[in-house]
Nanobody, 124 residues
Framework: QVQLVESGGGLVQAGDSLRLSCAAS??????????MAWFRQAPGKEREFVAA????????NYTDSVKGRFTISRDNIRNTVSLQMNRMKPEDTAIYYC???????????????WGQGTQVTVSS
């Protein structure tokens, strides 16, 4: 099993930056077999994909609305994944979830594990 814990959420103003982190705890030291991703769910909307990164960190994928503003990265020594969010907009307001997908493809994710979520609020 994998436990995922997000941190770094908070309240920011439009145009500001925020960095989210996700710490993974695995029993079999298999963090490097997981494609890692961030999803978000805004009030009254369905959960949506935000960004993903391959096990080695060599490739990434982003939803169109965050391209050029958000950057996903991972540290396979520390077993962490981060989401750097720049030039934030009010529509970025949502609960952000960290997710792990065993051998998952960047464009077809079905996470096996989810974090508890962290709230991000962007004011005008």
């Amino acid at each position: 099993q994998v436990q995922l814990v997000e941190s770094g959420g908070g309240l920011v103003q439009a145009g500001d930056s925020l960095r989210l982190s996700c710490a993974a705890s695995t029993r079999t030291r298999t963090f490097t077999i997981y494609t890692m991703a961030w999803f978000r769910q805004a009030p009254g909307k369905e959960r949506e994909f935000v960004a993903a990164i391959t096990p080695s960190g060599s490739s990434t994928n982003y939803t169109d609305s965050v391209k050029g503003r958000f950057t996903i990265s991972r540290d396979n020594i520390r077993n962490t994944v981060s989401l750097q969010m720049n030039r934030m907009k009010p529509e970025d307001t949502a609960i952000y979830y960290c997710a792990a997908d065993r051998f998952g493809a960047l464009n077809n994710l079905h996470p096996d594990y989810w974090g508890q979520g962290t709230q991000v609020t962007v004011s005008s």
